[in-house]
């Protein structure tokens, strides 16, 4: 048996018929009216079906600087392995999800143009992406599906075609009229709990409403014979089929009118129909019309021909559109466009645009402004799956990802703060005399933070020049990216003054000054990662403290007599942790009573549960080893085999502990033995 013959075998057999035939189900008129009576969402609006999809993924609350904050997972794109996931813009999801609620319940905002606004490259169009993804997955489950319906008529050779109505309207529209209120009254009789009132809006559009008179008038107005002639068939939402999803996007003027967006005159039916005016020689096709009951997206819709907008001003206000020649005509879809800031100024300053301003909701989607967060946008792009052959050495990204934020950050009112130390703040370290209550001081005085600087793109661009340019260099450090940033602002073309370039290059200094502080502090400890002489170094101060708080002697180990508390070794640790000589009593009797609490519940004091401590024994540790180390031979061309052996268990400890890899240990060892060797270590660990 051939391959081929092989792969149609494999691939028939992973095929589920069931399942295609249930999302290409089709029946009667009475077919469907038991399934609305047995599952009354299936005649939910296009709001109302957004929203819970949104919901169907479930939420998780988190706090984030002691704000409490909703995570909608369905923004972490699961359905698609997070290709498109949104990090750390939990507010702006928030904001859109109650527009989404809200417009669900009838309460106004169905009636109003969502308008994503923000920087560019802040995720306006993968949010519009992923609502547009998400509808046409949701619109494939069960709980998602709706439903339309097509004609039956007879073929020139008697057999019969269907014709789908062009805007994949609800069969609920058949019904006339008069008969609604004690269709819905009916139906509603024990039907199960619904979180939404079922209501019948709108009318049929232009071709159904003559496809239905036509019908009317051959059966003498018996309606229940007009109905026979339709099949209803579940509806599958697909922007590719051009189904319930549309994406207009502006062109140049000249080239575009508005029949994009309502549909055009069919010239090849009229000669067949008689005139421009009935309804089969009109092509119903244009992006609202076939984006009924779903969604569509205006991509830059400030950039649209005021033609255009009248349009978007009656399709979101009045629900209805109107094609050439034809009655207005009803619609069910949700509305969003998105535009940056520039564009958006035009809009406020413009008279003219009154009405549109009243009839938008805008969404801010500001950039990320916690560390963390910017990481992991990265991280998707650039991991191991993805940058095949190439390593990036650790803190790569994280550094790239400090630049990009420090550049969104408004400058502290607080004059005893940093930029990087309110960059810290934000992602959740703690730093003496500020807590979680100035974070948010701090969030509010800044209005327009995240609303500018260096976008996610921009760096994402720099990485994969990096990338590139090194092809001989199986690891990609921190340098070689931070560089690339620097290259390519000369030529960026969103920075419109030197002011701000100046600045962003002394931001990128503080970025290295910053790396240099990690790198150092990670030799260190791996130096200083001697767990015995650790574990010797705080019985030792222990001792000490123990005495020092009670007044008492220590027993030397070695000469056996009893001397004063070490008070030198005492604060050559206290002071690696910037513990001042006036809170050194304070630091010791918490120490103490820390000890005393875990004796009382029986348990034994381990330094490794106090960070603060480790890193004091660590800093010490090191300052003491160092010397036989003798890390600055690195940098010289010869290193005897003693200290070889221990640069080696050093850059072991660097790979165990901090990930990296063996060409990336030996660069940070080489580059920290350099720091050394110019005599520039800064006492304590910042």
């Not at 969030?443 to 921009?458: D, F, H, K, T």
């Not at 400890?653 to 350099?674: H, K, M, Q």
């Amino acid at each position: 048996m051939s391959t081929g013959t092989d792969l149609i075998s494999l691939i028939a057999s992973r095929q589920n018929l069931d399942d295609y035939q249930k999302k290409h189900w089709s029946g009667t008129m009475a077919e469907y009216l038991e399934i609305v009576r047995r599952d009354p969402a299936v005649t939910r609006t296009a709001y109302q079906r957004l929203y819970d999809m949104i919901m169907s993924k479930g939420t998780e609350e988190i706090v984030v600087n002691k704000e409490k904050l909703v995570r909608y997972r369905f923004f972490e794109d699961p359905d698609n392995g997070g290709e498109d996931a949104i990090f750390g813009l939990e507010r702006t999801m928030t904001s859109l999800v109650n527009v989404l609620k809200s417009a669900a319940h009838g309460y106004g905002t169905e009636r109003r143009v969502l308008l994503l606004h923000g920087p560019v490259g802040s995720s306006k169009s993968t949010l519009a992406r992923l609502l547009k993804k998400g509808l046409e997955r949701y619109s494939r489950t069960d709980e998602g599906r709706l439903f339309s319906f097509a004609w039956r008529e007879a073929g020139p050779d008697g057999e019969e075609l269907l014709t789908d109505c062009p805007m994949h309207e609800d069969p609920l529209h058949l019904i006339p009229h008069e008969d609604r209120a004690e269709v819905i009254r009916v139906l509603s009789e024990g039907a199960p709990a619904h979180p939404y009132e079922m209501t019948i809006e709108g009318d049929l559009c232009p071709f159904c409403r003559q496809m239905f008179n036509e019908r009317m008038a051959r059966y003498g107005g018996e309606w229940s014979r007009v109905v026979e002639d339709v099949q209803v068939r579940r509806l599958i939402l697909s922007e590719q089929d051009r189904v319930g999803i549309g994406t207009f996007q502006p062109k140049d003027e000249k080239n575009q009118d508005a029949t994009e967006l309502t549909g055009d005159i069919n010239y090849r039916k009229i000669a067949e129909y008689g005139t421009e005016s009935d309804p089969r020689a009109f092509n119903f096709d244009g992006e609202f019309n076939i984006a009924n009951r779903g969604i569509i997206e205006f991509i830059e819709v400030l950039k649209l021909d005021v033609a255009f907008l009248y349009d978007l001003l009656g399709a979101s206000q009045e629900h209805k559109i109107k094609p050439k020649k034809f009655a207005q005509t009803d619609i069910d879809e949700v509305i969003i466009g998105h535009t940056n800031e520039p564009e958006y100024k035009k809009l406020q300053s413009n008279e003219f645009m009154e009405a549109l301003r009243d009839r938008t909701v805008k969404i801010d989607v500001p950039y990320v402004t916690r560390l963390a967060d910017e990481v992991r946008i990265y991280e998707k792009d650039y991991n191991d799956r993805k940058v095949r052959g190439k390593r990036l050495a650790p803190h790569t990204l994280e550094v790239a990802a400090m630049w990009a934020i420090l550049t969104r950050l408004e400058e502290p009112k607080n004059a005893g703060l940093t930029l990087m130390q309110k960059l810290k703040l934000y992602n959740g370290k703690t730093l003496p005399g500020f807590t979680e209550d100035n974070i948010k001081e701090l969030r509010e005085e800044a209005e327009r933070e995240g609303m500018l600087g260096i976008s996610p793109r921009y760096v994402q661009d720099k990485i994969s020049n990096a990338l590139v340019a090194h092809p001989n260099e199986r690891s990609i450090n921190p340098f070689m990216v931070l560089n690339e940033l620097e290259a390519g602002l000369k030529h960026h073309s969103l920075i419109n003054s030197d002011e701000t370039r100046k600045h962003y290059r002394h931001l990128l200094s503080l970025v290295k000054e910053e790396y240099e502080d990690i790198v150092k502090n990670e030799v260190q400890r791996a130096i200083a990662a001697d767990e015995d002489a650790l574990t010797r170094l705080c019985g030792n101060y222990i001792d000490n403290v123990k005495a020092y708080t009670q007044r008492e002697k220590v027993k030397n180990k070695y000469t056996g007599q009893t001397e004063e508390p070490d008070e030198r070794l005492m604060r050559s640790i206290e002071e690696k942790i910037d513990i001042p000589e006036s809170r050194k009593d304070d630091f010791r009797r918490e120490i103490m009573n820390y000890i005393g609490a875990l004796a009382l519940d029986g348990k034994k004091f381990d330094y490794r549960t106090n960070e603060r401590l480790q890193k004091a024994l660590e800093l010490k540790l090191f300052q003491d080893q160092k010397d036989t180390i003798k890390l600055t031979s690195l940098v010289s061309s010869v290193v005897d085999k003693d200290t070889q052996e221990k640069i080696d268990i050093v850059k072991a400890r660097l790979i165990r502990s901090y990930g990296y890899d063996e060409d990336s240990a030996t660069d940070v060892l080489n580059y920290v033995a350099s720091i050394f060797a110019r005599g520039d270590v800064k006492r304590g660990s910042h």
